[in-house]
């Protein structure tokens, strides 16, 4: 598959089919329709419209105060200025606490123009990623350090140091695979479990502060623009503005780089 922005759309099967072939998916998180036009046309693989609008779009401390209601505005709007891009939403804090509440967010989300909800954890939300893939729902499921469990976490922390985490880390993702889920985000995970779970899982797997050694990459779209937003900033985030000179060229490169895998390098990873 061409990986220029005039190809085909992306689909929910041409991501394996991607994994399979070994080609780089480039992902980003984006909140309105501008800057949709821009990554679509830059040749952003994936868009997603993160909770993280929480902090970086509503200005709260963290991605909790998200409503579904939010996510439905910022995915309708993100939808209209898409020809490319697969079209990815989160569903908020406790908006997936059971199958039946996370039945109809992602149906409203994917009403609006998703095609892919997102969400955190295992456990208990294997039912959840089993239930909406049995009703033609895809699911992108997020591991590692999820940011809807910052309290229990205490912080924004790396998982998976020790063996024993690493251990429950690998066996959560072959879990969320094999309950349905289409693609993995690992977030602030080491290199090497992020390699071992990318080997392990037949499905993509799309790090952010994960090493180079996923199946894509993903970041938030103003860490990418060297936006300050007032939090500190994390390793593995790079200003790509510096380099691309513009928006757009700033998204080219982050796109070439995660490609031509020389993004993340060691200085971004963990």
Wanted: charged content about 20%.
């Amino acid at each position: 598959m061409s990986t220029h922005a005039d190809s085909k759309p992306w689909t929910v099967p041409a991501l394996r089919q991607a994994k399979q072939a070994g080609q780089k998916l480039v992902m980003l998180t984006c909140y309105d329709y501008g800057f949709a036009r821009t990554l679509d046309a830059a040749g952003v693989d994936l868009i997603l419209i993160g909770d993280s609008l929480g902090m970086v779009v509503q200005g709260h401390d963290s991605t909790l105060p998200v409503t579904v209601e939010a996510m439905v505005y910022h995915t309708r709007i993100v939808a209209r200025g898409l020809a490319r891009a697969l079209l990815v939403a989160d569903l908020p804090f406790q908006a997936d606490a059971t199958r039946e509440r996370a039945l109809v967010a992602s149906t409203q989300l994917l009403q609006v123009g998703a095609q892919m909800v997102k969400l955190e954890g295992a456990g208990h939300k294997l039912e959840v990623i089993r239930f909406l893939a049995e009703r033609d729902i895809p699911v992108c499921s997020h591991l590692g350090l999820t940011p809807q469990s910052v309290l229990s976490f205490g912080g924004y922390r790396v998982q998976g140091r020790e063996e024993a985490a690493a251990e429950k880390l690998l066996a959560d993702a072959i879990a969320v695979a094999n309950a349905g889920a289409s693609l993995l985000v690992l977030e602030c995970v080491p290199s090497a479990l992020a390699a071992r779970i990318t080997a392990a899982v037949d499905i993509p797997t799309i790090g952010i502060g994960a090493g180079a050694q996923c199946d894509g990459q993903v970041l938030v779209l103003h860490d990418l623009l060297g936006l300050e937003m007032g939090h500190r900033r994390p390793k593995f985030v790079k200003d790509f503005l510096a380099e691309g000179g513009s928006v757009a060229g700033a998204v080219r490169a982050y796109a070439a780089a995660v490609r031509e895998g020389s993004f993340p390098d060691a200085a971004h990873s963990y």
